[in-house]
């Protein structure tokens, strides 16, 4: 199937000449143009498939001045959030017809500015902008130029720029109300210096406000190191807290890794909340009680939203707020008496 003399591959003539069609003809049908009868669009089908052919991208972006190829940019693929957003961006892509070409600005020797420039070099149709970017100047006017989408932050508003995240509020809400419910009245919040830890640390004290009790914040970077450092400052103060609800699950790990270090029991001394569900927090070692924010279907929405306005740039942007929910697991229980 597919041989050719010489073991050339299948070009539009071969297939052609195969079904028997000039070579425009099969040409409208790989552009699913209409006007083809179905009798002549099924020849041709036939024939790629007997032939094995597959289109070549280049000159299929040149028929159709569309490359097929979407330029997606995170800014660390360390954060485990980024594996399934990515899948579920990918799994909407591909139904699509479209691909990802993908750039991490922190593991790749590029910027973030040149990752964009390369984005347009390369014709992509849209771009996919995730985690908490800061909007360069380059970005912004690569955004202006081809259809593009913002996932997983709000802190980068652009025209005609659509915008699809976690509910950050409801699952900081939730996180909280979880530990208030246990029993729980020293809760304490690490947070991040990001949009998204603005959000969820105002979520935090309202809720704590609501429930009469007294916020205690510690500032931090989102990694195991920082959520480690947090626990530390916390765990060996004057008040020491119950529960500590970490920006996510990285955050939590390093407050777990603390906890063990001082001799405390989670859950029996200590309550530990993460948020993002990752696939770390579902392990039955660590058994983290985390905030799902939906990075799936968030990736999913954002891949969706972006193929809608390749096909209508001027339509009014749109901000998508994906509900999370809570995985209950073993590191969170009932406060401690006393």
Same mark, same amino acid.
């Given at each position: 199937?597919?041989?050719?003399?010489?073991?050339?591959r299948?070009?539009?003539?071969?297939?052609?000449?195969?079904?028997?069609?000039?070579?425009? %003809?099969?040409?409208?049908?790989?552009?699913?143009?209409?006007?083809?009868?179905?009798e002549?669009?099924?020849a041709?089908?036939?024939?790629?498939?007997e032939?094995? +052919?597959?289109?070549?991208?280049?000159?299929?972006?040149?028929?159709?001045?569309?490359?097929?190829?979407?330029?997606?940019?995170?800014?660390?693929?360390?954060?485990?959030w980024y594996v399934?957003?990515?899948e579920?961006?990918n799994a909407?892509? #591909?139904? #699509?017809d479209?691909r *990802?070409?993908?750039?991490?600005?922190?593991?790749?020797?590029?910027?973030?500015?040149?990752?964009?420039?390369t984005? %347009?070099? *390369?014709?992509?149709?849209?771009?996919?902008?995730?985690?908490?970017?800061?909007?360069?100047?380059?970005?912004?006017?690569?955004?202006?130029?081809?259809?593009?989408?913002?996932?997983?932050s709000?802190s980068?508003?652009?025209?005609h720029?659509d915008?699809?995240?976690?509910?950050?509020?409801?699952?900081?809400?939730?996180a909280v109300? #979880?530990?208030?419910d246990?029993?729980h009245?020293?809760?304490? #919040?690490?947070?991040?210096?990001?949009?998204?830890?603005?959000?969820?640390?105002?979520?935090?004290?309202?809720?704590?406000?609501?429930?009469?009790?007294e916020?205690?914040?510690?500032?931090?970077?989102?990694t195991?190191?920082?959520?480690?450092?947090?626990?530390?400052? %916390?765990?060996?103060?004057?008040?020491?807290?119950?529960?500590?609800?970490? +920006?996510?699950?990285?955050?939590? *790990?390093?407050?777990l890794?603390?906890?063990?270090?001082?001799?405390?029991d989670v859950?029996?001394?200590?309550?530990?909340?993460?948020?993002d569900d990752s696939?770390?927090?579902?392990?039955?070692?660590?058994s983290?009680?985390?905030?799902?924010?939906?990075? +799936?279907?968030v990736?999913?929405?954002?891949?969706?939203?972006?193929?809608?306005?390749?096909?209508?740039?001027?339509?009014?942007?749109q901000?998508?707020l994906?509900?999370?929910?809570?995985?209950?697991?073993?590191t969170?229980g009932?406060a401690?008496l006393?």
């Amino acid at each position: 199937m597919g041989s050719q003399s010489g073991g050339r591959r299948p070009t539009i003539r071969t297939v052609a000449e195969h079904a028997g069609v000039s070579k425009s %003809l099969v040409s409208l049908v790989l552009r699913d143009a209409p006007g083809v009868s179905e009798e002549r669009r099924e020849a041709v089908l036939a024939a790629m498939r007997e032939l094995d +052919y597959r289109p070549n991208a280049s000159a299929r972006a040149l028929t159709e001045d569309r490359s097929h190829v979407i330029g997606v940019l995170v800014d660390d693929l360390r954060n485990p959030w980024y594996v399934q957003a990515l899948e579920g961006i990918n799994a909407s892509l #591909h139904r #699509h017809d479209l691909r *990802m070409l993908l750039g991490d600005q922190r593991l790749d020797l590029l910027s973030d500015e040149a990752l964009t420039t390369t984005f %347009l070099e *390369m014709n992509v149709d849209g771009m996919i902008l995730t985690g908490s970017l800061v909007p360069s100047e380059r970005v912004v006017e690569a955004a202006a130029k081809v259809p593009t989408v913002v996932v997983g932050s709000r802190s980068l508003t652009l025209p005609h720029v659509d915008v699809v995240v976690n509910d950050d509020e409801l699952g900081a809400r939730i996180a909280v109300r #979880h530990l208030v419910d246990l029993g729980h009245g020293r809760i304490a #919040h690490i947070t991040a210096p990001s949009a998204v830890g603005q959000f969820r640390l105002a979520s935090y004290r309202a809720t704590m406000a609501e429930a009469g009790l007294e916020p205690v914040v510690v500032d931090e970077e989102p990694t195991e190191d920082g959520g480690y450092r947090a626990a530390v400052r %916390l765990l060996t103060g004057t008040s020491r807290p119950t529960a500590v609800f970490a +920006y996510n699950d990285l955050a939590a *790990m390093g407050v777990l890794s603390a906890a063990q270090q001082l001799g405390l029991d989670v859950p029996g001394d200590l309550s530990v909340v993460g948020y993002d569900d990752s696939l770390l927090a579902a392990l039955k070692t660590i058994s983290l009680t985390s905030v799902g924010n939906a990075s +799936y279907r968030v990736g999913y929405r954002a891949a969706d939203l972006l193929a809608e306005r390749i096909a209508d740039p001027a339509r009014a942007p749109q901000t998508l707020l994906i509900e999370p929910s809570l995985a209950v697991r073993r590191t969170s229980g009932a406060a401690p008496l006393g």
